[in-house]
């Protein structure tokens, strides 16, 4: 079956300019995840949705990163005002039922650039 | 604060050789411990996991990690590495049971032909 989707794999954008990441889990699966991945700085967890609901959302950045799901499937993640800090690679994965020990299924990913 | 640490940023084997990559994680309670493996051009897939029983964890690809909780180590290993397991590594901990897993900063691991 398909996998987690990302869109756009690649986004260049100026800095201030606000950016929408999308992403796509696998049907079915109850729990979504969205890291940040910089070089050298392994995966930053963001945020993660069971359902629509976002019972964590203690690693989004600033008040610049916002994120939704909507219909328990796809979601977007909003940077308003982008910075050149922000450049990485976003990925998202979602997993069956959001357990701990449930295994993760990444996507592509987006990679953000911001000049 | 709990963290996750890898110490090798970057390893060079050939092949044919043994392969450890360490993982210590910071947390005294109860963890579940996983290794993801991101081969060139593909996505994050897990490698294994461990959360109960046999602290020694066979995974996909001839590999394997044991739990060593007196040390808070999760360390990965295989016996004989091939060209095919360049990649990187990533360490991950589940801690207090809650829902968010902490990353380590990944190990590149290079097989040489």
């Known amino acids: 079956g398909a996998g987690v989707s990302q869109s756009p794999s690649n986004k260049v954008t100026e800095k201030g300019k606000d950016v929408e990441l999308r992403c796509d889990p696998i049907s079915g699966h109850t729990a979504l995840y969205w890291y940040r991945q910089s070089l050298g700085q392994g995966l930053e967890f963001l945020i993660y949705f069971q359902g629509n609901s976002a019972p964590d959302k203690s690693g989004l950045p600033s008040d610049r990163f916002s994120a939704e799901r909507t219909g328990g499937s796809v979601s977007t993640l909003t940077i308003q005002r982008t910075q050149q800090e922000d450049s990485a690679v976003y990925l998202c994965?979602?997993?069956?039922?959001?357990?701990?020990?449930?295994?993760?299924?990444f996507g592509p990913g987006t990679r953000l650039t911001v000049l | 604060a709990q963290s996750v640490s890898q110490h090798n940023h970057h390893v060079i084997l050939s092949e044919a050789a043994s392969l450890e990559l360490g993982c210590n994680y910071s947390?005294?309670?109860?963890?579940?411990l996983f290794w993801y493996v991101q081969y060139p051009g593909q996505h994050l897939q897990l490698l294994l996991k461990?959360?109960?029983?046999?602290?020694l964890v066979k995974g996909i690809k001839g590999f394997e990690a044991e739990f060593i909780k007196s040390k808070f180590s999760f360390n990965l290993r295989k016996p004989s590495v091939q060209w095919s397991d360049t990649a990187e590594y990533f360490c991950?901990?589940?801690?207090?049971?809650?829902?968010?897993?902490?990353f380590g900063k990944g190990t590149r691991l290079h097989i040489l032909p």
């Open positions: 461990y959360f109960s029983g046999d602290p």
């Open positions: 994965a979602s997993s069956l039922t959001g357990i701990n020990t449930d295994t993760q299924y």
């Open positions: 947390y005294g309670g109860t963890v579940n």
């Open positions: 991950a901990v589940n801690m207090n049971r809650d829902d968010k897993i902490i």
